[in-house]
């Protein structure tokens, strides 16, 4: 509990966010529980190419951190599942001990809090709802392999090259077909990746109409900051409720009412 907080105090997190990326803040204030709040950081970098830009947000981490001064936020998440995939797991990992010895707070990273979601999902084998492009395709497979996955299938949207964000601009009309699709890959379970991809309609439909059960790394992200722990020691007793929109769904409907 977080005291002295009129708006907050249940909890308080913070975020760290790429530059530009215009899904995460939407899609936390929906899925954050009843009394939660949030602080954002934005990663920033002026490298040229996506990939590199990712690289760079992991350098900037610790010190983008600061920008909570001492605000009272009891967990830190880095909303940045590709930069997981280009520094590997053993680099990522020191990262977040070095960055939890710092401020005193669990830091958890997109992707890890992901695997966590697989691993309380009992997944195994793997399909991977991919809205990235190809170079970062391919280190996606070594990443979740190193983490004991077996990655059976990928698919995903068109890249929308003719909007301001190749990946930011993506509807979830197509992530939920891609979502479909993937859903007959016999595969355990569907991994929507990245956190600028809109994901929330579709894994909500897919429930309903039951497809393979699926994660998104913000839904998972979500799901790990609200317990304020290291991402080793989370806890997979509710992420079925979280799965199927028990807390958030009426919300997100509320904040971002379906088109007519």
């Given at each position: ?120 999902l ?30 059976v ?15 930011y ?47 998104s ?20 007793d509710?992420?079925?409720a ?19």
């Open positions: 509990m977080t005291a002295g907080l009129e708006y907050g105090a249940a909890g308080l997190m913070g975020v760290l966010t790429p530059q530009a990326n215009t899904t995460v803040e939407p899609e936390f204030w929906a899925l954050m529980p009843p009394g939660w709040s949030m602080l954002t950081a934005r990663l920033m970098s002026d490298k040229p190419s996506i990939a590199e830009r990712l690289v760079d947000y992991t350098e900037r981490y610790s010190d983008t951190c600061l920008e909570f001064a001492n605000a009272p936020v009891e967990v830190i998440a880095a909303a940045c599942t590709g930069a997981s995939y280009l520094i590997g797991r053993p680099a990522e990992e020191a990262l977040v001990t070095r960055i939890e010895a710092r401020f005193e707070v669990p830091f958890i990273t997109a992707a890890l809090a992901s695997v966590m979601a697989l691993r309380a009992g997944a195994e084998k793997i399909a991977l709802l991919s809205p990235y492009p190809e170079d970062l395709n391919r280190a996606s497979t070594p990443y979740w392999e190193a983490h004991g996955f077996s990655v299938a990928k698919a995903g949207p068109m890249l929308e090259e003719g909007a301001f964000h190749p990946i601009a993506m509807g979830g009309e197509a992530v939920y077909r891609s979502y479909a699709h993937l859903s007959d890959s016999g595969a355990d379970a569907v991994l929507m990746l990245g956190t600028g991809m809109a994901t929330l309609r579709p894994l909500l439909r897919g429930a309903a109409e039951g497809l393979l059960p699926a994660v790394c913000n839904l998972a992200m979500a799901w790990a900051a609200a317990q304020r722990r290291r991402w080793e020691d989370l806890s997979p509710d992420l079925e979280w799965r199927m929109g028990a807390h958030w769904a009426d919300r997100l409907e509320a904040l971002f009412p379906t088109k007519a």
